[in-house]
């Protein structure tokens, strides 16, 4: 029988069961949301200071970039045959304060669950030891001289590879050393280790280049910047090209506000605001989720790290011989380091330098880069699109502890340096962080350099290490106190 | 009785409509049976495979001797398996039982000092905590009865010889259930127990199987013990042993981290050396922390650590008193000796065997300084201190106080007569010998003997056997074995004969 008041019961039953439906499905989502996407801002100590902010703040690359924290924690304990030796991530050379959780660089935030990325410090903090037997010194915005990158980056797509990284193994691993809820469990089983393993492993083939036996190791300190961007931002197809740079300091970024001055080893880029947007863009993997909460970061660190001053020479100047060496300085150096040269392009043949850097960029992928970031929304000055000429004379402060020399890195020291090439090292070991007080440089021979460095060879592709011969026919006195004087910078 | 709202006919519930028909009936019943047994069956197997006690003890000596640190549950060896092994592989240990690897048992207890035990999964297990390497037997002669000691180094124990012979076993082709399973319940009978018939057809083969696979890897990231020098009883190369944690290839270690044997130390009042500077090397300010970190030798993870066991025991060390000195001691002799420790040892190993004040007690000297063999400080590595910072990632007590030092730490004396042989790899048998030049210390003797010499104080050092039972030869020209250093006349090494006797006496009292 149809009345009128049973189908009114029945649409009233129909509606409550929809709003059971909606409550759990808004139950759901809420719960979707807390345990995958909230955004828990990092534990206090992580950014209390600026020197903090910038050594383990987040710069919000854990949204894509990230690695789920119990995976990061886990993989050198299953895949320590992947790294290039003992000592878990250490063997990668990142910059490690004891007691800390993670290296320099490394961020740890939670959203939805914790993760791991990086930001600027992974590459630009330098390591120091004074003495054998002493442990290191960190600085700030200083190259990040020990640390092998593409060690790094290969040990990430290698072990998405190994048919080990599944599941069950993880998952085995990952109880050993954390008791997880059983939601979280079910969560990293069946989303979390599947999605990373794919995210990982899409990355293999733009990181192609770095698997080519043909090209030789960028070793500790270095990386093939422009390449980097080719491959990951503007996506071209991989060419022939290799040039790793040394990773550059990049503390007193003011030094680049006079005008006509261009950063990077090639001038490739218009000024410090772009390069660290081009950079953080590297490091989140993505366009930023909020462009305004990005270039806040941005903003804050380009404020950083214009401010951040060289590191002081650690150790003893002797005063009256560095006075002398200003005297040389300004008769063979200033003309290019310290002055409206500074900073600015310069051809190559003035230079004579490795050219193979230079070669890795063009004025096309400036055009199609400064395309790719303006389509993200974000206004910059951005890349110089204008072909490459050569290498920009750089300026020399905190230059002690900017070792090897050169934009390749490819001569140890400063004293090396006022070699002529046929004088200069032809086999050094880099990455090894006991500073050479003789010499300015680390050391780069013996056993325990051989042991933590990285071989580079200088007639390997883009490792040459002519050009630059600029007061290699001074007289030792004048030398040595032209390198003194270069401590005081 | 109350009115109750009869239903009225033709108004039944359509289940109760349903119920009338026969062969529903019959389906529900057909249904029913699996279902009930389902239920007995998994509430059998819930009992037996589910529940998860250890063996508590009381009084926390007995806790600290027999008691769970938590360990069974990752490490834990079955039961009986353990009680079988030295039958099955007798070949592969040195003399009868565990004993033979200088394990200590008490009279009416099944396991040595130092192993507990735990039923978990549904099966009996065993595995060692703290008293293994901290509690051993003094005699006053040869024909004297054992006295234990607890907190004080085991120095008897060979923990290498145990892992060599667990790993030996396993890859002993009679580490099979044909050869286990059938000792392991002779002995459960002889003991007026059983193994029934589930235990002996799938718990304990499996059992065997697991163990067996489980020690083959570990077996294989230990197998550095194969490459250097035996510890001998009562060393342990505590921080290679650490990597193996991680995982470290241990093989593309550098030469000079490998091989850093170390004597165990004594653990008893540990409340005034908060915030010394712990371990040999003194990498380590935190007792806490150090002592979660010794716990890993015990078999825990984070996640299985028993704090509220291990806590009983942290908290009883922090006061617990070393054992007074039981043989006589000259008054006279003891105060000439008191004044020259106040003169020469003070400043470093503090006021008395109470006091710890002075101002480098508890602190790094430089190895120049020191003097003594330098494989334990290098094999502790940077690298090392770093990734244990990552331990207990997650807990309030994450790992935050390991560093890498550059020298060895100045040690209270507190008991220091229970604590030889002496310097941090043992390579001086007694306090006498201590204050000899090197080249007047034992360049050979043996240790492992439990025979007291109160003479030289120290355990007497040059009985190589008793009856079956032989001690280890140690060879102080042995790469990790130098009886170098601690050695000048700022450290005592140049006084006279009287004078040194005199203070050894005085160190009696501590």
């Not at chain 1, 990293?188 to 995210?199: G, S, W």
Request: glycine content about 10%.
């Amino acid at each position: 029988m149809h009345t009128a008041e049973t189908s009114g019961w029945r649409r009233g039953k129909i509606l409550g069961w929809l709003g059971v439906l909606l409550v759990l499905v808004a139950l759901g989502a809420f719960y979707g949301w807390y345990k995958f996407f909230r955004d828990v801002p990092q534990e206090s100590w992580m950014t209390e200071t600026p020197e903090m902010r910038f050594r383990y703040g987040s710069i919000g690359a854990e949204n894509d970039a990230g690695i789920p924290y119990w995976i990061f924690y886990v993989l050198p304990r299953m895949f320590p045959d992947k790294l290039p030796g003992p000592g878990g991530y250490a063997a990668l050379g990142v910059s490690w304060e004891q007691g800390r959780e993670l290296p320099i660089g490394f961020t740890k935030k939670t959203i939805g669950f914790p993760r791991v990325a990086n930001n600027c410090a992974g590459c630009h903090t330098t390591n120091y030891r004074a003495g054998p037997n002493e442990n290191p010194v960190f600085i700030n915005a200083g190259p990040g001289h020990t640390l092998n990158l593409e060690a790094f980056f290969r040990f990430l797509v290698d072990c998405a590879k190994d048919p080990r990284f599944n599941a069950d193994n993880l998952m085995r691993e990952i109880n050993l050393v954390t008791d997880l809820p059983w939601d979280e469990r079910l969560a990293y089983r069946f989303l979390i280790i599947p999605i990373t393993k794919k995210r990982l492993l899409e990355r293999e083939a733009q990181f192609a280049w770095i698997y080519r036996h043909d090209f030789p190791e960028w070793g500790r300190g270095r990386d093939d910047s422009m390449n980097l961007t080719k491959y990951f931002m503007i996506k071209v197809p991989m060419d022939n090209s290799f040039g790793p740079g040394d990773i550059p300091s990049i503390w007193n970024l003011k030094k680049y506000d006079q005008a006509g001055t261009t950063m990077n080893w090639s001038g490739d880029s218009h000024d410090s605001y772009s390069v660290i947007i081009d950079s953080a863009l590297g490091l989140l993997g993505a366009p930023p989720k909020s462009n305004a909460a990005f270039l806040e970061q941005v903003k804050w660190l380009q404020d950083y790290l214009r401010n951040a001053p060289p590191p002081k020479y650690p150790f003893a100047i002797d005063t009256a011989r560095a006075e002398a060496g200003k005297a040389v300085f300004d008769r063979h150096c200033a003309s290019c380091h310290a002055s409206d040269k500074t900073g600015r392009r310069m051809a190559l043949a003035a230079v004579g330098t490795d050219r193979e850097r230079m070669d890795t960029w063009s004025k096309d992928n400036a055009v199609a880069a400064n395309k790719v970031v303006s389509s993200m929304g974000i206004e910059r000055k951005g890349l110089v699109e204008t072909p490459l000429e050569g290498y920009n004379p750089p300026f020399l402060d905190g230059i002690w502890a900017r070792a090897p020399y050169l934009h390749n890195g490819s001569v140890p020291t400063l004293r090396d340096l006022l070699e002529p090439p046929a004088n200069r090292p032809k086999v050094f070991w880099r990455g090894y962080d006991l500073y050479d007080q003789a010499n300015l440089g680390f050391i780069t021979q013996g056993d325990e350099a051989k042991r933590i460095g990285t071989r580079f060879d200088t007639s390997e592709r883009a490792n040459g290490n002519g050009g630059h011969v600029f007061g290699v026919d001074l007289p030792k006195g004048e030398k040595d106190a032209l390198l003194e004087y270069l401590k005081t910078l | 009785m109350n009115e109750s709202p009869m239903p009225a006919p033709g108004q039944d519930s359509w289940l109760a409509d349903l119920y009338r028909k026969r062969w529903i009936r019959v389906v529900m019943l057909v249904l029913a049976i699996p279902t009930v047994l389902a239920l007995v069956l998994g509430a059998y197997l819930w009992q037996r495979f589910g529940s998860d006690r250890a063996v508590e003890y009381t009084d926390v000596e007995e806790h600290f001797k027999y008691g769970s640190t938590g360990g069974e549950h990752v490490s834990g060896l079955p039961y009986w398996i353990f009680q079988a092994l030295p039958q099955v592989c007798a070949q592969h240990l040195p003399g009868k039982g565990y004993a033979s690897l200088g394990l200590i048992y008490e009279e009416g207890h099944d396991l040595p000092i130092g192993m507990s035990k735990r039923h978990h999964q549904g099966i009996d297990k065993t595995f060692l905590n703290c008293a293994v390497c901290h509690a051993s037997t003094v005699r006053e002669a040869a024909t004297s009865k054992p006295r234990v000691y607890l907190g004080m180094p085991a120095q008897q124990f060979d923990i290498m010889g145990f892992e060599k012979f667990l790993f030996a076993c396993a890859k002993d082709e009679k580490f099979s259930a044909d050869f286990v399973v059938p000792e392991a319940r002779r002995l459960a009978q002889a003991n007026g127990q059983d193994l029934d018939l589930l235990d002996r057809y799938l718990v304990y083969p499996v059992a065997v199987a697991l163990m067996r696979d489980r020690l083959l890897t570990i077996a294989g990231r230990f197998d550095f013990v194969y490459e250097t020098p035996d510890w001998g009883p009562g060393r342990v190369d505590t921080f290679n042993a650490a990597k193996v944690l991680f995982n470290f290839p241990m093989r593309d270690l550098p030469a000079h981290e490998k091989n850093g044997p170390a004597d165990f130390p004594s653990i008893w009042l540990q409340g005034p050396r908060k915030g010394m500077q712990l371990h040999w090397d003194g990498n380590n300010t935190m007792v806490e922390e150090r002592n979660k970190s010794a716990a890993f030798g015990t078999g825990t993870t984070p996640p299985t650590l028993d704090t509220a066991a291990v806590g009983r025991i942290e908290t009883w060390l922090l006061t617990r008193e070393p054992p007074k000195y039981p043989y006589p001691i000259d008054a006279a002799k003891s105060a000439r000796g008191g004044a020259l420790y106040k003169e020469y040892c003070s400043g470093c190993h503090g006021a008395s065997g109470r006091d710890f004040s002075g101002d480098y007690v508890g602190k790094v000297t430089a190895l120049p300084t020191i003097g003594t063999d330098r494989r334990r400080l290098d094999s502790y590595s940077y690298d090392l201190a770093v990734n244990q910072s990552a331990l207990y990632a997650g807990y309030p007590w994450r790992f935050a106080h390991f560093r890498k030092t550059f020298g060895y730490a100045n040690m209270p004396l507190d008991g220091i007569w229970l604590r030889g042989p002496f310097l941090h790899n043992g390579s001086v048998p007694t306090l006498r010998d201590l204050l000899e030049p090197e080249k007047k210390r034992p360049s050979v003797f043996y240790r492992g003997y439990d025979v007291y010499d109160p003479v030289k104080v120290g355990f007497v050092s040059n009985v190589p056997s008793e009856g079956d039972k032989h001690y280890f030869k140690f060879d102080t020209q042995v790469d990790g074995n130098s009886n170098a250093g601690h050695e000048g006349p700022s450290f005592g090494t140049a006084l006279g004969d009287p004078d040194k006797d005199a203070l050894v006496e005085f160190l009696k009292t501590f």
